[in-house]
C-alpha cells in the first residue's frame, strides 16, 4: 500500500475508443505525476502538475490528455491511441521542497490497445 | 543529475545481508542518492535516500562513502520477496520528477 491508488489495473481498448486512467492520492503531496514505462525501456516522465498545474510536457503526442481537478486526483484521458502506446502508465505523487522530492508509486494501469 | 553506474545482476542467499553497490563519481555537493525497486509488473517502490550521512529505516540501511562517489544499500535479511530490479538515482533536493532510471541491479533471493 503506497498511498497512491490507479484504476483500473489493466485496460483493452480499441484504436478508436476513448478511455480513462485514474490516480489518487492519499499522502497530502503537492505534485503528481504520470510516467510510461514500455517493455525492455526505462521510465519516461509523461506531464508534472505541482499545486494542480502543469509544469511539466515531455512532448507527448495530443492523444494523451492529462486532468488534475484538486491535488489529490489526476486522470489520463486517452483517445485514438496506437498499438505502440502499449504500456504500464503509472501514476506518483511528492510533496515538493526545497529540501528534498520523495517520489512515490502507485501499482500502475497496463494498457494494451488493440 | 549526475549518472549511477550499477552491476547487472547479483545473487543473495535468503535470510542473509544483501550489499548492493553503486558508483556515483559526478555527484554535485546538493544531490541526494535515492534508492527505488521494482518488482515485476509492479510500480517502482521508494526504499531510502540520502544526502552525505548513512540512513536507516525499516527496510534498509545506506552507507555513503566519505567522498560520496559511491554508496551500498543493505537489505539486512533478504527473502525471497526482496527479488527486484533495485534502482539507484541521484537527484537535487527539491527538483521537480525526472527520475532517471538506469537498468539498476537485478537481484535474486535464492532459497
Known amino acids: 500500500e503506497t498511498g497512491v491508488t490507479q484504476t483500473p489495473r489493466h485496460l483493452v481498448m480499441g484504436m478508436t475508443n476513448k478511455k480513462s486512467l485514474k490516480c489518487e492520492q492519499h499522502?497530502?503531496?503537492?505534485?503528481m505525476y504520470w510516467y510510461k514505462q514500455s517493455a525492455k525501456k526505462p521510465l519516461e516522465l509523461m506531464f508534472v502538475y505541482s499545486l494542480e498545474e502543469r509544469v511539466e510536457n515531455n512532448s507527448v503526442p495530443s492523444r494523451f490528455s492529462p486532468e488534475c481537478p484538486n491535488s489529490s486526483h489526476l486522470f489520463l484521458h486517452l483517445h485514438t491511441l496506437q498499438p505502440e502506446d502499449s504500456a504500464l502508465y503509472l501514476c506518483?505523487?511528492?510533496?515538493?521542497?526545497?529540501?528534498?522530492?520523495?517520489?512515490?508509486f502507485g501499482e500502475g494501469s497496463w494498457l494494451t490497445v488493440v | 543529475d549526475a549518472k549511477t553506474t550499477q552491476p547487472t545482476s547479483m545473487d543473495c542467499a535468503e535470510g542473509r545481508a544483501a550489499n548492493l553497490p553503486c558508483n556515483h563519481s559526478t555527484i554535485s555537493g546538493n544531490e541526494y542518492v535515492y534508492w527505488y525497486r521494482q518488482i515485476h509488473s509492479q510500480g517502482p517502490q521508494y526504499i531510502i535516500h540520502?544526502?552525505?550521512n548513512n540512513e536507516t529505516n525499516e527496510m534498509a540501511s545506506l552507507i555513503i562513502t566519505e567522498d560520496r562517489k559511491s554508496s551500498t544499500l543493505i537489505l539486512p535479511h533478504a527473502t525471497l520477496r526482496d527479488t527486484a530490479v533495485y534502482y539507484c538515482i541521484v537527484r537535487r533536493g527539491g527538483s521537480q520528477g525526472n527520475l532517471i532510471f538506469g537498468k539498476g541491479t537485478k537481484l535474486s533471493v535464492k532459497p
Open positions: 499522502l497530502g503531496h503537492n505534485a
Open positions: 506518483a505523487s511528492s510533496q515538493r521542497d526545497r529540501h528534498g522530492n520523495t517520489i512515490y
Open positions: 540520502g544526502l552525505k
